[in-house]
T-cell receptor, first 116, second 112 residues
Framework: ETGVTQTPRHLVMGMTNKKSLKCEQHLGHNAMYWYKQSAKKPLELMFVYNFKEQTENNSVPSRFSPECPNSSHLFLHLHTLQPEDSALYLC???????????????FGPGTRLLVL | SQQGEEDPQALSIQEGENATMNCSYKTSINNLQWYRQNSGRGLVHLILIRSNEREKHSGRLRVTLDTSKKSSSLLITASRAADTASYFCATEGGGSQGNLIFGKGTKLSVKP
């Protein structure tokens, strides 16, 4: 689709489970993002990585732990989640990090997460 | 917050009609982008308009920006059933605060 892939596409987990979401971009971009999309709420930026370094943590609870081993891969490690964490988690990338210059972000298809 | 707010929340039209969606925001911006999202999928970038531009076209899309009113509109002409999707505006501020801030979106339904 867009050069950004996410796995798994769907995930059901209990509150005591530990799981990881994976994102890979094949576009040679330097910046990667995690967003959370809940029903009837705006898209929420969670984390921003630039050249593998985290540059933004948007007050995300510690039960969400990002990892960026290289500029092509981004993970979101999940543990002891709550039912209200159920949402669509979207990964995106852009050539450069956001600096007000109008970088287009390219999104993956998302992981639909349900926490029971 | 410079969050964009789209209106209407939902819009239903017949194929061939034009669809207009509006976005308002609160603080000064460097640029405004429109994205489209098919149900349960990722967002796809449609068009970007910079703060010094008033109008921009891309195919059947026309975007306007009025920085004095802090508003933008997205017009889709001669709509098709395949245009059915949610449309989001995203504002980008200046300096180091360049993260995109998305609105809640307009859900467009184009009936064949």
């Amino acid at each position: 689709e867009t050069g950004v892939t996410q796995t798994p596409r769907h995930l059901v987990m209990g509150m005591t489970n530990k799981k990881s979401l994976k994102c890979e971009q094949h576009l040679g971009h330097n910046a990667m993002y995690w967003y959370k999309q809940s029903a009837k709420k705006p898209l929420e930026l969670m984390f921003v990585y630039n050249f593998k370094e985290q540059t933004e943590n948007n007050s995300v609870p510690s039960r969400f732990s990002p990892e960026c081993p290289n500029s092509s891969h981004l993970f979101l490690h999940l543990h002891t989640l709550q039912p209200e964490d159920s949402a669509l988690y979207l990964c995106a990338s852009s050539q450069e990090p956001p600096r007000g210059g109008g970088e287009t972000q390219y999104f993956g298809p998302g992981t639909r997460l349900l926490v029971l | 917050s410079q969050q964009g707010e789209e209106d209407p929340q939902a819009l239903s039209i017949q194929e061939g009609e034009n669809a207009t969606m509006n976005c308002s925001y609160k603080t000064s911006i460097n640029n405004l982008q429109w994205y489209r999202q098919n149900s349960g999928r990722g967002l796809v970038h449609l068009i970007l308009i910079r703060s010094n531009e008033r109008e921009k076209h891309s195919g059947r899309l026309r975007v306007t920006l009025d920085t004095s009113k802090k508003s933008s509109s997205l017009l889709i002409t001669a709509s098709r059933a395949a245009d059915t999707a949610s449309y989001f505006c995203a504002t980008e501020g200046g300096g180091s605060q360049g993260n995109l801030i998305f609105g809640k979106g307009t859900k467009l339904s184009v009936k064949p």
